[in-house]
């Protein structure tokens, strides 16, 4: 079927050939889509020994990945390729972004990263990681000296990983929401489909590029770029600062001193016990935890059909809730700005209810351009408070509740229990009565940059020919 929405340069705006199909890798068009997965991350003093682990491996393509049990993916960073004897000619061809590299000074104070060593781990930096997934445990497999392996799951509402008898239980975060509703649509739908709210479909150009690495410029050869993060997260933490927040908006209502926090968002009004810490939960991620909308146009619904036009205010949804925050799917003609901002996740959490104290996300993402794509997301959505006056889209004020990282310079004003009309907050009206951020329950542990080639590229990787 064509991809209607395809406008790679070089490629027909019809269709992506079934011969750019067949040497696409995996987990790029789509998700996976497996319980399990194993993400191994390599790093080697020569790129001779790299090139060895190199030629034993080999990657899935996009057509065969949903046929296939057992399928994989290869990347690599910078380092890695320049290890490989990639020239620097060839390089200059690549993201900016992915040659600057994760850990570079920039990229960690335009992110607002903590420094790498505190990372554990994913400190030193990767030469290259080949992630498998599967619908069986992956057996313990022999690792390169300097190797990590992270385990993903997909995990039941209870904690422990799916299997075929709780699959339609859905997939859920070690905070408790269902994930995987939200994600961009780079294939055509059914014809008889209709979007009414929101239309997920996305140009390919915001997912591959041409791959350089191919030899003789292949037509058929693209390739997308990654950004890995590994998030910890504190689940004990979390529900304390969700009972915190409960108790802060009990208090409130019998405090003659302070407005009523119900008194300016009803839907909290009235709520007890687990109703009223559900909603907290809902406003923390955007969804709640079945993963339906906090949207007045989509309360309900487990759908992506959706937008924000009728809830302007955050009354409904906040500002600062995640995924409010990430998407802000503007009815605006800036929406077709904001849609080329759109990152492909391709996250797993890790751990289970059975090992809390390590527990969390493996973040995936996968796009065209990574500073104008996961850097602009997380600089001007998650980490942007401001009201938007000086900002190129519309206003998306607040942190993000659940990722938004505090400039460690200087020191924001803390919220009293006066509200002088005149103040200057650096909490928008949707959290100024009650702040509804979690950020101390998730610690970045470590984030890479990664290319994956076409596979006519990892072969010209294996040969070494760049002649």
Not at 158 to 170: K, L, P, Y
Not at 216 to 222: C, D, I, K, L, M
Not at 276 to 305: F, P, T, Y
Not at 404 to 425: C, L
Request: some cysteine; charged content about 25%.
């Amino acid at each position: 079927m064509p991809y209607a929405f395809n406008d790679v340069e070089g490629a027909p705006r019809e269709q992506l050939s079934r011969a750019a199909l067949e040497n696409l890798q995996c987990n790029v068009l789509r998700p996976a889509g497996r319980y399990y997965s194993r993400q191994a991350f390599v790093r080697f003093e020569e790129g001779a020994a790299l090139r060895t682990w190199l030629s034993n491996l080999s990657a899935t393509s996009h057509t065969r990945g949903g046929d296939d049990a057992n399928i994989s993916t290869l990347l690599f960073t910078k380092r890695g390729l320049v290890k490989l004897g990639v020239p620097a000619a060839l390089l200059d061809k690549m993201d900016p972004a992915f040659f600057r590299g994760a850990r570079n000074d920039d990229t960690l104070k335009k992110l607002r990263d903590p420094s790498p060593q505190n990372w554990g781990d994913h400190g030193l930096g990767w030469d290259a990681a080949h992630l498998t997934f599967s619908y069986d445990a992956p057996a313990p497999a022999a690792l390169p000296p300097s190797c990590v392996a992270e385990l993903g799951n997909a995990l039941d509402r209870n904690g422990r990983v799916v299997t075929d008898a709780t699959e339609g239980d859905g997939r859920f975060g070690h905070f408790g929401h269902r994930d995987g509703i939200s994600n961009p649509v780079f294939e055509p739908s059914v014809p008889e489909q209709k979007y009414e709210r929101w239309d997920p479909r996305r140009p390919l150009s915001t997912l591959v590029v041409k791959d350089p690495l191919a030899a003789g410029g292949v037509e058929s050869a693209f390739g997308s770029y990654f950004v890995f993060r590994k998030y910890r997260q504190n689940v004990a933490e979390f529900e304390k600062r969700v009972a915190d927040i409960r108790d802060e908006i009990l208090k409130r209502r019998d405090d003659g001193h302070v407005p009523s926090f119900e008194g300016r968002f009803p839907d909290f009004a009235g709520l007890e016990g687990d109703a009223l810490v559900a909603k907290i939960k809902a406003w923390i991620v955007g969804r709640d935890l079945e993963g339906r909308l906090v949207s007045q146009n989509g309360n309900g619904a487990v759908s992506n059909d959706f937008d924000y036009s009728d809830d302007p205010s955050g009354a409904v949804c906040p500002f600062s809730g995640h995924a409010r925050k990430m998407a802000p799917r503007l009815a605006t003609a800036d929406a077709v700005a904001i849609r080329r901002q759109t990152l492909a996740r391709r996250g797993v959490p890790y751990g289970t209810v059975d090992t809390p104290d390590n527990v969390g996300l493996l973040f995936w993402c996968a796009q065209a351009d990574i500073e104008n794509q996961f850097e602009f997301s997380q600089q001007r959505f998650a980490n942007n408070d401001q009201e938007g006056s000086n900002l190129e889209f519309p206003p998306s004020p607040d942190l993000d509740s659940l990722i938004g990282r505090i400039d460690p310079g200087p020191a924001f004003e803390n919220v009293t229990d006066a509200y002088p009309a005149t103040s200057r907050w650096w909490r928008w009206k949707s959290t100024i009565d009650v702040p509804f951020e979690v950020w101390k329950t998730v610690t970045l542990c470590g984030s890479e940059y990664f290319f994956a080639p076409s596979l006519a590229g990892i072969e010209r990787l294996k040969e070494g020919n760049f002649k």
